[in-house]
């Protein structure tokens, strides 16, 4: 399909990935909100949990984002054909590295971090629920394939329904199964870790079950096993490598940061994990806008329109904000509010309102700082992504280690470290793009 840059269509794009970007943090934020009312360990560890299963994921990641990319450029040309050929190479390797990290992660998580925490009681929290939540795996990495098919045929609103199948499963699963209610048993981290499952489950199912129903599994030829295409696949490789770096990089950046913070003890982690609860929903805006532009400035570029980038990442970045500082202001100006979602000890929630100060702050600079970074990426110009990551992490771990052990700052100072973050990556991502170097880059 070929996409028109207007306010319009940008938005029609956007507004149900908005939506749908929430099936990327639900099952966190309402696994973190559910056992902040469990237990206090179990709310230290679910944040670790989480910045583990993102390390895991890296490679699906950037193999979800490969398939984007070219899927959106096959699109643009209008080509169907190609495009499920390469969709279809795309979900084979996708399902490879799902099995792959599946016994990884079951056999070998425990020894691989036994060293890496000093409370016992959280590392033993986080092993229960990643050798359980990892099974879910392989329906999370095909659902994302089929998102990001639903992307580059500018056909986002079924992602809604996903979303919702996804959130109502987790919802209610947490409820049963965490407390041990609705004639369920009580499980209280594992319990959460198989809600985490069925919920994928069940967006996939969802996805599956319209492709089917509109036609694209015969018309694009989705998921039909046919020759294997090792050119193709060495295509995918090579623009998903450093994409899957890139994610690898960014997961290991919270999994470092959230290190740092355990050792400063159980109640200054639980309040992190309430903090990155916000922040990752005041995020969910920026990532779903910039998933329309890593598509649309790949598919943009398949129309031959590349001249037109500039004006359409301009448009995005004003919707962009028109979404993001309404609910940054609501959050800063009714902290307690926001972080009671997410937790019901006053002590708690005082604790962490310097952060989320600093959390807000991030989240209004990361709207362009991750578009320039998203149209890098959707011209194919990985490498430099990756490069820009690296720097953004440095800054990142150098401020939050400075701030919690040189400086002694409280959690607020701590969070500051992404602010400058984002920072970085804006600078530098703005100048690669102004370079044009991303012009030299086929896919």
Same mark, same amino acid.
């Given at each position: 399909?070929?996409?028109?840059?207007? *306010?319009?269509?940008?938005?029609?794009?956007?507004?149900?990935?908005?939506?749908?970007?929430?099936? $990327?943090?639900?099952?966190?934020?309402?696994?973190?909100?559910?056992?902040?009312?469990?237990?206090?360990?179990? &709310?230290?560890?679910?944040?670790?949990?989480?910045?583990? *299963?993102?390390?895991?994921?890296?490679?699906?990641?950037?193999?979800?984002?490969?398939?984007?990319?070219?899927?959106?450029?096959?699109?643009?040309?209008?080509?169907?054909?190609?495009?499920?050929?390469?969709?279809?190479?795309?979900?084979?390797?996708?399902?490879?590295?799902?099995?792959?990290?599946?016994?990884?992660?079951?056999?070998?998580?425990?020894?691989?971090?036994?060293?890496?925490?000093?409370?016992?009681?959280?590392?033993?929290?986080?092993?229960?629920?990643?050798?359980?939540?990892?099974?879910?795996?392989?329906?999370?990495?095909?659902?994302?394939?089929?998102?990001?098919?639903?992307?580059?045929?500018?056909?986002?609103?079924?992602?809604?329904?996903?979303?919702?199948?996804?959130?109502?499963?987790?919802?209610?699963?947490?409820?049963?199964?965490?407390?041990?209610?609705?004639?369920?048993?009580?499980?209280?981290?594992?319990?959460?870790?198989?809600?985490?499952?069925?919920?994928?489950?069940?967006?996939?199912?969802?996805?599956?079950?319209?492709?089917?129903?509109?036609? *694209?599994?015969?018309?694009?030829?989705?998921?039909?096993?046919?020759?294997?295409?090792?050119?193709?696949?060495?295509?995918?490789?090579? &623009?998903?490598?450093?994409?899957?770096?890139?994610?690898?990089? $960014?997961?290991?950046?919270?999994?470092?940061?959230?290190?740092?913070?355990?050792?400063?003890?159980?109640?200054?982690?639980?309040?992190?994990?309430?903090?990155?609860?916000?922040?990752?929903?005041? &995020?969910?805006?920026?990532?779903?806008?910039?998933?329309?532009?890593?598509?649309?400035?790949?598919?943009?570029?398949?129309?031959?329109?590349?001249?037109?980038?500039?004006?359409?990442?301009?448009?995005?970045?004003?919707?962009?904000?028109?979404?993001?500082?309404?609910?940054?202001?609501?959050?800063?100006?009714?902290? $307690?509010?926001?972080?009671?979602?997410?937790?019901?000890?006053?002590?708690?929630?005082?604790?962490?309102?310097?952060?989320?100060?600093?959390?807000?702050?991030?989240?209004?600079?990361?709207?362009?700082?991750?578009?320039?970074?998203?149209?890098?990426?959707?011209?194919?110009?990985?490498?430099?992504?990756?490069?820009?990551?690296?720097?953004?992490?440095?800054?990142?771990?150098?401020?939050?280690?400075?701030?919690?052990?040189?400086?002694?700052?409280?959690?607020?100072?701590?969070?500051?470290?992404?602010?400058?973050?984002?920072?970085?990556?804006?600078?530098?991502?703005?100048?690669?793009?102004?370079?044009?170097?991303?012009?030299?880059?086929?896919?």
């Amino acid at each position: 399909m070929a996409f028109k840059p207007t *306010y319009r269509g940008i938005w029609g794009l956007s507004y149900p990935l908005i939506v749908a970007a929430v099936s $990327e943090t639900v099952v966190e934020v309402t696994d973190t909100a559910f056992l902040a009312r469990y237990g206090l360990t179990e &709310l230290a560890a679910i944040g670790l949990a989480g910045a583990l *299963y993102a390390v895991a994921l890296f490679p699906v990641v950037g193999l979800v984002d490969g398939i984007q990319i070219t899927v959106g450029r096959r699109a643009g040309e209008e080509r169907p054909r190609a495009l499920g050929q390469a969709f279809n190479q795309g979900a084979g390797l996708l399902l490879a590295a799902a099995l792959l990290l599946i016994a990884l992660v079951v056999l070998g998580l425990g020894p691989a971090t036994a060293g890496l925490f000093t409370l016992p009681a959280v590392h033993a929290a986080v092993d229960d629920y990643l050798t359980i939540a990892i099974l879910g795996l392989p329906f999370h990495a095909l659902g994302l394939a089929l998102s990001a098919f639903y992307v580059a045929i500018a056909r986002t609103r079924v992602l809604i329904g996903a979303t919702a199948a996804l959130a109502v499963t987790n919802i209610v699963l947490d409820y049963g199964l965490i407390f041990g209610r609705l004639g369920l048993p009580e499980l209280g981290m594992q319990g959460a870790a198989l809600a985490s499952v069925a919920a994928e489950a069940a967006a996939f199912a969802w996805l599956l079950a319209d492709a089917a129903r509109r036609g *694209y599994l015969r018309s694009h030829a989705l998921f039909r096993p046919g020759r294997w295409d090792g050119a193709l696949a060495r295509r995918l490789l090579t &623009l998903s490598a450093p994409v899957s770096a890139d994610a690898l990089v $960014e997961s290991l950046r919270w999994f470092a940061f959230f290190v740092l913070i355990e050792r400063l003890g159980e109640a200054t982690l639980a309040r992190a994990n309430i903090v990155y609860s916000c922040y990752a929903l005041l &995020l969910l805006p920026v990532d779903a806008f910039s998933e329309t532009v890593c598509s649309m400035v790949s598919n943009l570029i398949g129309q031959g329109r590349a001249d037109e980038l500039r004006r359409f990442l301009g448009r995005t970045m004003r919707l962009a904000f028109a979404v993001v500082l309404p609910l940054a202001a609501a959050a800063a100006l009714l902290p $307690e509010t926001a972080l009671g979602v997410f937790a019901d000890d006053p002590a708690l929630i005082a604790g962490a309102v310097g952060a989320l100060f600093a959390a807000v702050a991030a989240a209004a600079l990361a709207v362009p700082g991750e578009t320039y970074h998203s149209a890098l990426a959707g011209a194919g110009d990985t490498p430099a992504v990756l490069a820009i990551q690296l720097a953004g992490t440095a800054a990142v771990l150098v401020w939050a280690w400075l701030a919690a052990f040189v400086l002694g700052w409280p959690l607020g100072g701590v969070w500051a470290a992404e602010i400058a973050g984002w920072a970085v990556v804006l600078l530098l991502a703005r100048a690669r793009f102004a370079s044009g170097r991303w012009r030299r880059v086929a896919v």
